[in-house]
């Protein structure tokens, strides 16, 4: 086990950054953070803040001389940057997790391989035939393999014939076509796993997304049990065959009653920030004592939780953007909230959540309607 007063370190020095190290901190280690924006939150929050990219030889170096364990807080860090860290000093998760993470195609395949559903897809690569492919992924998305996040770097595709403007559209990079599927509700799983192969895994949560961006996360989600059951099983049979040691989340749709595997995050998720006020244990500090060899704390939800995303669109647009009415939103009982410390609101920008707690869903649900409404969200959240 390493213990505190350790040091351990996360490459990414953003909002996910930002509560490991907060956790971290209040555990008594001492934190590092390697991202190269100067003004990263996870950075002014960390004892030291190394600016430098993440494959800097110099800062790789002095991270794995300086830090017990490090982790990292999302999947496009350099795989090769893990490897090198992992010579020196413990990595958690390790780059065979993060590799498959980093690739839509991989990452379909290997989920696939496990016996388990995912969208109906192809691998659209080079000069390809919209003929060739099965008619039935029309319409679809086509979605980069790499380094796509938040509704960017997709483009939808109504009929074959507009597949290769689309492709060209995303620069002709290695991609997927996902059939555009009937959302009957989405669905995520957040679970930590230990180094031997202990997992502890929070209460699904039900999503819903706008414009590709997480809008708002409920525990415990609305759906069938056998569904949410199945859910857990398959994210821990993927935690397994990674041999995944962290926190990690993996997103379902269900479509028809049919639940398939959309994508996995071997970090913590958005989806998850609800666990850091309606459960014993957050995702974050999970994930800092499954890189320290901790016992794993225990993920129930002691309070139905409803997360609100909040966007740099809030802010107003212009130069003279406006605070929204955070006493209105907190004056909701039950009502925490949460600011990333970014310095710039923009549109799409994830500036910060709030979450509401209650002992029942619909009063969770009902008072979060009420804080998205002092912040001028829709307050929509009961209809589902």
Same mark, same amino acid.
């Given at each position: 086990?390493? +213990? /505190? ?36 939150? #996870? ?41 090198? +860290?992992?010579? #020196? ?43 060739? +492919? ?25 009929? /074959? ?70 859910? @857990? ?7 397994? &065959? ?7 989340? @993996? ?79 907190? &004056? ?23 979450? @509401? ?28």
């Amino acid at each position: 086990m390493i +213990l /505190p007063p350790a040091t351990v370190g996360v490459l990414g020095g953003g909002q996910l950054g930002r509560f490991f190290v907060l956790a971290a901190r209040e555990h008594g280690y001492r934190t590092w953070v390697l991202d190269p924006d100067p003004g990263s939150p #996870a950075g002014g929050a960390a004892h030291r803040h190394l600016v430098a990219a993440y494959d800097d030889d110099a800062a790789l170096e002095e991270v794995g001389e300086g830090c017990a364990a490090v982790t990292t807080e999302f999947e496009n860090v350099p795989a090769g940057a893990l490897d090198r +860290l992992a010579a #020196a000093t413990i990595v958690r998760p390790g780059s065979s997790s993060v590799r498959v993470c980093q690739d839509r195609i991989a990452e379909k395949a290997f989920v696939r391989d496990q016996g388990i559903a995912v969208v109906p897809h192809a691998v659209v690569e080079g000069d390809i035939d919209p003929a060739a +492919l099965p008619p039935d992924l029309f319409p679809g998305i086509v979605k980069v393999a790499r380094l796509g996040y938040d509704g960017r770097g997709q483009v939808a595709v109504a009929e /074959p014939g507009a597949l290769a403007a689309a492709h060209a559209q995303l620069g002709g990079a290695p991609a997927v076509l996902e059939r555009r599927v009937a959302l009957d509700v989405e669905l995520s799983v957040v679970l930590s796993r230990d180094p031997s192969g202990q997992v502890a895994v929070f209460p699904p949560a039900e999503n819903r997304h706008v414009g590709g961006i997480l809008d708002v996360s409920i525990v415990p989600a609305r759906v069938e049990e056998a569904i949410a059951a199945q859910a @857990v099983a398959d994210a821990v049979a993927i935690a397994t &065959a990674l041999d995944h040691v962290g926190t990690l989340a @993996v997103e379902f749709f269900v479509s028809d009653g049919r639940l398939m595997v959309n994508e996995i995050a071997p970090r913590p998720h958005n989806s998850g920030h609800g666990t850091i006020d309606g459960c014993t244990t957050s995702q974050f500090e999970q994930q800092l004592r499954a890189l320290c060899g901790l016992p794993l704390g225990e993920p129930r939800a002691h309070s139905a939780n409803v997360m609100v995303n909040l966007l740099g669109d809030l802010w107003g647009d212009g130069d003279d953007p406006q605070e929204p009415d955070w006493a209105a939103m907190l &004056a909701v009982p039950g009502a925490h909230l949460h600011l990333y410390g970014k310095s710039e609101a923009r549109p799409g920008r994830k500036m910060g959540h709030f979450t @509401v707690v209650a002992d029942d869903l619909e009063v969770a649900l009902a008072r979060a309607d009420a804080g998205r409404a002092a912040v001028g969200l829709p307050p929509d959240l009961l209809g589902g």
